[in-house]
């Protein structure tokens, strides 16, 4: 079977549209996981922040109660209706406070816990109730109040239809953890609980009250309202918020195939595996009820700092994917576009090459047919045209080569010798310059092939690590390579900061904002939960002239050191003033942790020294925070004693001119 021929432009062409079409492939591929990790990460942060919203919303409600109940035990009338034993009197009134405000339940014991009036069921009285939590609780303070769970025993004292309204029967739910229980008979309350003193301080009874969550959409209505705005998209509504008894839907504007809210149906094994038993936030895609969300979820505790729940809000996936879909359906076209745009320069641009090969071709065959005057006319300054005049000069020597030929006829062998022997000599150094230009060529494509498989490790790891196992024995190993990978990309990070800093954008701030904004970045991490916060703030404080982004990098690391220091566990103390003579502000930051050796404080600030374990520092932070702040024409100076703790202190000099601006 014969090849088809090809010419040399079609060849080229062919050539450089294969080159297009990879990189373009390639391009698309890791540019559509680009943008699209960029925009779900954006949504992410997002929905973080709701989640921050929704629990003001939830917290205001538990005040709102708080006060409600502490307002109504602190009424005189209320005291002496309770001295003088006049039940009739304080139902009334205490019924009347309950429907004014809208409370479940709102009921007074005396001092032993004992229920005097209960106003949802009056005839129901006498029990005791000095067993509960948050009574009990109360008893250590003046007013209590947090969720509880409430069994269905507790409910029917104040009524069947309370009892009712918590009733919950299990709806199948897909990706739900699986359940002994198919219903839920007890409820949540926010709930709240309050003291009733005489005028010597003895307690004469506990008020209590508090609202059922069950099946009450206030809370989640307002936060969808608050934080959504009630957007939809393609008729959905794009932000929902649900409250859970443990994994079950109890207050949700979430809705079901059927566009109910989806009441009953419980949350996802991965989520409740998260926040119910490992009692972390979670902030990523989930299924909730019939579709993908990008959630945010974190627990509910009882005032035992048991979790009794979950607090959740999520946006739909579905825009954020259309719309990356969108973007990368854009990307494609201009990408198509340019192709083409391309092939159509580079078939115009080919002339310049095919041209003064044509002619070549020609000169040659006219050269074979035995007329030596004949020459390649090509102007160009390039390689083809030092190829044209090395073929010219060729010419011109075989023609001078006939001529002597003719001339001198006995030297015609010894001619012929030296001619051949130019001839080969011309083609040695053509060979040798197509292998140098070939080598050329190889490695500049080993280097762009080289300049990106750091990248490409830690995306396909990624891609790897989400797909696998959590009890695959593959698992920890590319968690590792994950983490190695990330560790190498840090580093190079680390290092050209280090080598090439940025100039700082100096403008007028406060500092004491740059502090706790530094601070409020690192309070959420688990290392801090256990970390007591000391903030000693001087105030007022002049401006000063610095960036605000560096400095919150310098903040950020020394606040992180400390934590680090001190295991997650200890105080750290924070605090600002301003110098004796006023030339400069000192922002100080105290741990309780192990201390520093004096031999590792002499080195503290050198480049990649670092006193953590291997892998855990580039031992650069330090080295960059130095760098900052010189920038800055302040300092950073550090005492530390074993076993008493470390003071980082960073000064930082006020600049007269631009505060009197």
Same mark, same amino acid.
């Given at each position: 079977m ?14 450089f ?7 373009g ?41 708080k ?17 003088n034993n ?8 205490l ?12 009921t007074?014991?005396d001092?032993k ?11 129901v ?5 000095s ?7 109360m ?5 209590v109040?947090?969720?509880?769970i ?9 009524g ?6 918590? +009733? ?10 699986p359940?002994p229980?198919n ?12 003291? $009733? ?6 307690? %004469?009874?506990?008020? +209590?009250?508090?609202i ?16 959504y ?8 509504d794009?932000g929902?918020?649900t ?20 009441i ?18 979670? $902030?990523?895609?989930?299924?909730v ?12 505790k ?6 009794i729940g ?9 825009? +954020? ?6 973007v ?6 201009m ?7 391309? %092939? ?6 080919t ?5 003064? %090969?044509?002619?070549m ?12 005057s004949?020459?390649v006319?090509?102007n160009?300054?390039d390689e ?16 001078t080569? =006939? ?34 230009a070939?080598l050329?060529k190889?490695a ?15 995306i396909?790891?990624? %891609?790897?690590l989400?797909d696998?196992?959590?009890?695959s024995p593959h698992?920890?190993?590319l968690?590792k ?12 990070k ?21 502090v706790?904004?530094?601070l ?6 688990a290392?801090f ?13 002049p401006k000063i ?9 310098v ?11 001190m =295991?997650?566990?200890g105080v ?6 301003l110098?004796?003579?006023?030339? +400069? ?24 020294f ?9 031992g650069l ?6 760098? $900052?702040?010189?920038k800055h024409?302040g ?13 980082f202190?960073?000064?930082?000099p ?8």
């Amino acid at each position: 079977m014969q090849l088809p021929h090809f010419s040399l432009r079609t060849k080229i062409i062919l050539i450089f549209l294969i080159v297009i079409i990879l990189g373009g492939l390639l391009s698309l591929f890791f540019g559509s996981r680009l943008v699209k990790n960029t925009i779900i990460s954006q949504a992410q942060t997002k929905v973080k922040h709701d989640l921050a919203s929704a629990w003001m919303v939830f917290n205001e409600k538990l005040n709102d109660i708080k006060d409600i109940i502490s307002l109504t035990a602190a009424r005189e009338g209320v005291q002496e209706d309770i001295k003088n034993n006049r039940q009739d009197i304080l139902l009334k009134k205490l019924n009347r406070v309950r429907e004014e405000h809208g409370l479940d339940i709102l009921t007074l014991t005396d001092h032993k816990g004992i229920v005097m009036v209960r106003t949802r069921n009056p005839e129901v009285v006498g029990d005791d109730q000095s067993q509960d939590e948050i009574i009990k609780w109360m008893l250590k303070k003046d007013v209590v109040v947090k969720p509880q769970i409430i069994p269905r025993e507790e409910l029917l004292k104040e009524g069947k239809d309370l009892a009712d309204q918590a +009733y919950l029967e299990f709806i199948p739910t897909p990706k739900a953890a699986p359940r002994p229980e198919n219903k839920e008979t007890s409820g949540m309350m926010l709930k709240a609980a309050s003291s $009733i003193k005489d005028e010597n301080n003895t307690i %004469l009874g506990v008020l +209590y009250g508090g609202i059922l969550l069950n099946r009450n959409y206030e809370i989640v209505d307002r936060v969808k309202e608050t934080v959504y705005k009630g957007e939809k998209y393609k008729g959905r509504d794009k932000g929902t918020a649900t409250i859970f008894q443990h994994d079950l839907r109890i207050s949700t504007n979430v809705k079901n195939e059927k566009n109910e809210r989806a009441i009953g149906t419980r949350v996802s094994k991965e989520v409740n595996n998260a926040v119910l038993k490992e009692g972390k936030p979670w $902030i990523d895609r989930a299924f909730v009820v019939s579709d993908w969300y990008i959630t945010a979820y974190e627990p509910i505790k009882n005032i035992d700092d048991k979790i009794i729940g979950i607090l959740y809000v999520g946006m739909l996936e579905r825009p +954020y994917i259309d719309t990356t879909k969108r973007v990368m359906l854009a990307f494609t076209i201009m990408a198509s576009l340019c192709v083409v745009l391309l %092939l159509v320069i580079l078939y115009f641009s080919t002339t310049r090459i095919i041209n003064p %090969l044509q002619k070549m071709v020609v000169a040659t065959q006219e050269i074979a047919k035995g007329d030596l005057s004949h020459e390649v006319k090509v102007n160009s300054k390039d390689e083809i045209g030092y190829l044209a005049d090395s073929f010219n000069k060729m010419t011109a020597d075989l023609k001078t080569a =006939n001529e002597k030929l003719v001339e001198w006829g006995k030297t015609l062998e010894k001619k012929v010798e030296e001619r051949t022997k130019e001839l080969a000599e011309m083609q040695a150094h053509l060979f040798e310059a197509e292998k140098l230009a070939s080598l050329g060529k190889l490695a500049a494509g080993v280097a762009h092939e080289i300049n990106n498989p750091l990248g490409s490790i830690l995306i396909y790891s990624h %891609l790897l690590l989400e797909d696998a196992d959590k009890k695959s024995p593959h698992y920890e190993n590319l968690k590792k390579v994950v983490k190695e990978t990330s560790r190498c990309k840090d580093i190079v990070k680390s290092l050209l900061e280090f080598a090439r800093p940025k100039e700082p954008e100096m403008s007028l701030i406060n500092i004491n904002e740059i502090v706790e904004t530094s601070l409020s970045i690192m309070v959420r991490q688990a290392l801090f939960q256990n970390i007591r916060l000391k903030k000693m703030y001087a105030s007022p404080l002049p401006k000063i002239v610095a960036d605000s982004a560096q400095l919150q990098q310098v903040f950020t690391n020394i606040i992180l050191n400390a934590a680090e220091a001190m =295991n997650g566990n200890g105080v750290l103390t924070l605090s600002s003033s301003l110098s004796e003579e006023g030339s +400069y502000i000192e922002v100080k930051f105290s741990d309780t942790g192990p201390g520093i050796k004096e031999e590792d404080k002499k080195r503290l600030f050198e480049p990649f020294f670092s006193t953590k374990e291997v892998g855990k520092g580039t031992g650069l932070g330090l080295a960059i925070s130095y760098s $900052i702040i010189q920038k800055h024409q302040g300092t950073i100076e550090v005492k530390s004693e074993a076993g008493k703790g470390s003071t980082f202190t960073v000064k930082l000099p006020v600049t007269e001119e631009r505060e009197h601006e």
